[in-house]
């Protein structure tokens, strides 16, 4: 499954989890504001909402009700996490295509990193307290949880599952 599919795919899904979407042309309410994470010091809200039919990620100031947009382009943005200090997301994307990888992005400074490159799909990462980033992925044909450090290295399989 190539990453705009599983993009799509992930729409999709939400689209039916939520109160509907506009997304592929129906007429009900459009999909917005997904996924929220808080920041450690409880001030900013990071989420995901659909800009011209592609996922992308908005941190609000929760002092003054202002959102930001912070990624942008043509790919899906989503699964947004705060750093254990605040200043970045890690979050996942189907920015290199053919499938789904894990990256970060600095608040303040909007600068990207890509952290995962497996052909399998990286999804739904967790920043932990300790630094790492915990994540799913089906890189072995079965989805299981894996573990890096920010930068990307030390890839471990946390929690194994067989392959189908």
């Known amino acids: ?67 930001e947009q912070i990624t942008d382009g043509t790919s899906d943005d989503f699964s947004p996490a705060w750093s254990p200090d605040g200043g970045s997301l890690v979050f996942a994307s189907n920015r290199e295509k053919g499938n789904v990888d894990i990256y970060t992005i600095d608040v303040a400074s909007r600068q990207l990193r890509r952290l995962t490159t497996d052909a399998g799909n990286d999804m739904y990462p967790a920043w932990s307290t300790n630094g790492r980033i915990f994540f799913n992925s089906d890189r072995t044909k079965a989805w299981q949880v894996y573990s890096i450090l920010p930068d990307g290295s030390d890839a471990v399989v946390v929690v194994a599952n067989p392959a189908p």
């Open 1 to 67: 499954m190539t990453g705009r599919m599983v993009g799509l795919l992930l729409v999709a899904l939400l689209c039916a989890a939520t109160v509907g979407c506009s997304l592929g042309g129906n007429s009900t309410p459009a999909l917005a504001s997904l996924e929220p994470a808080v920041s450690p010091d409880g001030r900013r809200l990071a989420y995901e909402s659909a800009v011209e039919q592609r996922l992308k990620l908005f941190v609000r100031d929760l002092s003054t009700d202002v959102s």
